[in-house]
Nanobody
Framework: QLQLVESGGGLVQPGGSLRLSCTAS????????IGWFRQAPGKEREGVSW???????HYADSVKGRFTISRDKTKNTVDLQMDSLKPEDTAVYYC???????????????WGQGTQVTVSS
């Protein structure tokens, strides 16, 4: 059974860092484009970053220069390193297996359950 599981969320002060990790069961992540999305209260889910099987990263303008997506093939994970966090980064973060590379939610084939990230002093 295909399953995606996120970990690494939590509470962090503005300017701090968190590292999210997406693990998979039932398939190998490095064969697919994998994306990170987020949804803040009262807002639509939005794409944050995605990485293709060739390990080329893509970022939303709002996180470019602060977030870094990467693969760890030995662990079968896709990680999202988040630096210089801002209160507006507060959201539930989801990893997703993509049908095609895009920050649009219509590209998603399957979702993880999400992990909460809260940026607050």
């Amino acid at each position: 059974q295909l399953q995606l599981v996120e970990s690494g969320g939590g509470l962090v002060q503005p300017g701090g860092s968190l590292r999210l990790s997406c693990t998979a069961s039932g398939f190998t992540l490095d064969s697919y484009s994998i994306g990170w999305f987020r949804q803040a209260p009262g807002k639509e889910r939005e794409g944050v970053s995605w990485i293709n099987s060739g390990e080329i990263p893509h970022y939303a303008d709002s996180v470019k220069g602060r977030f870094t997506i990467s693969r760890d093939k030995t662990k079968n994970t896709v990680d999202l390193q988040m630096d210089s966090l801002k209160p507006e980064d507060t959201a539930v973060y989801y990893c997703a297996k993509l049908l095609f590379g895009s920050l649009n939610s219509r590209s998603v084939d399957s979702w993880g359950q999400g992990t909460q990230v809260t940026v607050s002093s």
